[in-house]
Each structure stands twice: as structure tokens, then as C-alpha cells.
């Protein structure tokens, strides 16, 4: 293992160390083994790993590389899968991340706290309002997924419906 990833500590499924945050973003996981990659969505994210909404998840003990993009500003890890959920989406715990890596996770993390790093603190009402848009659209995927786990919805029309969250 290279000097600069540390690994976590956390190795199977269990309560968070780290309180998980509302997060949208665009990611890439690529299964490590098959080099399969699947495009999705990130909707909350913690020190420890994310959640991604996608339609086509990977099974559960997956190792995957994992790629975060939000303003411009690019965040990988390697990660492990949690837990897997077809046509919603998987849990991923972080198992590897460079130095540099971090740095950038922890500015993610501490912009929802109120704690962003000096410069980034002040932002614009465009951020704000689109800040307040993506915890609604978190919110809504949140509600569909819950509907469709209780049986309200059905699996098609969940998927059809965090298809146009996603899509927004």
C-alpha cells in the first residue's frame, strides 16, 4: 500500500464513527476486478464512505474505485460495498484515500457544519439556492426509495421517478 493512503480503520457494516451528510455530486464507481464502471449520483456523504444512487448497484462486498466530482474539485478513494439495493442504489465504506484526497472530503464535510475553510465560507445566493435545491432533491430520492421499500411505489416507478431527480 502506497505511503500516502491511509486505511480506515472500520472493516465490515455497522453504526457510522462519523455523522453522514446530505451531498450531491456526480460520481463514477468502477469495480476494481471487472473494470465495470457505473455512473450515479452521490446523496450523503461521511469520513467513513457515501451512498449512491444508482439504477444498477454492485453487490455487496464489491472493491471499487471511486471518483467524486463537485465544483470543479475531484475526490478518489477506494471503497468496499455495503450494502446494495437494485435500481436505488449502494453504501460504500471508504477503505483507502490518498492525503490530498482527504484534504478535500474534509472541505465537503465542513461546508454543511458551517465550518468551511477560510475563503470558502461566504458563499453567493446562486450556491445557497442551488445548496437548498440539492437537499431537496436528496430529500425526495429519501422519500421515493422509502415508498418503493414499503410497497406504495412500485419498483418501476421508483426508478422512473429518481430517474427525473437525478435528471433536474
Known amino acids: 500500500m502506497p505511503d500516502d493512503f491511509k486505511r480506515d480503520a472500520i472493516v465490515g457494516a455497522g ?8 451531498f450531491i455530486a456526480r460520481a463514477e464507481a468502477i469495480d476494481v ?5 457505473r455512473k450515479a449520483r452521490i446523496s450523503d456523504l461521511g469520513r467513513e464512505g457515501c451512498y449512491l444512487d444508482t439504477i444498477s448497484p454492485f453487490e455487496v462486498g464489491t472493491a471499487v474505485k471511486i471518483r467524486i466530482i463537485k465544483d470543479n474539485k475531484w475526490f478518489s478513494a477506494r471503497g468496499r460495498v ?3 439495493t437494485v435500481g436505488m442504489g449502494m453504501g460504500l465504506l471508504f477503505t483507502m484515500i490518498r ?5 478535500v ?4 464535510l465542513a461546508q454543511p457544519r458551517g465550518d ?4 470558502e465560507a461566504t ?14 432533491r436528496n430529500f425526495l430520492s429519501a422519500l421515493v426509495t422509502t415508498l418503493v421499500r414499503k410497497g406504495t411505489l412500485t419498483d418501476t416507478e421508483g426508478k422512473a421517478l429518481l430517474q427525473k431527480l437525478s435528471n433536474l
Do not use: C, T
Not at 33 to 37: A, C, T
Not at 105 to 108: A, K, M, S
Not at 116 to 119: D, Y
Open 105 to 108: 472530503l474534509e472541505n465537503w
Open 82 to 84: 455495503l450494502y446494495s
Open 123 to 136: 458563499e453567493s445566493n446562486v450556491r445557497h439556492e442551488s445548496s437548498e435545491i440539492d437537499e431537496m
Open 116 to 119: 468551511a475553510a477560510p475563503g
Open 15 to 22: 453504526p457510522s464513527r462519523f455523522p453522514r451528510y446530505s
Open 33 to 37: 476486478k471487472s473494470q465495470v464502471r
Open 99 to 103: 492525503a490530498e484526497d482527504v484534504v
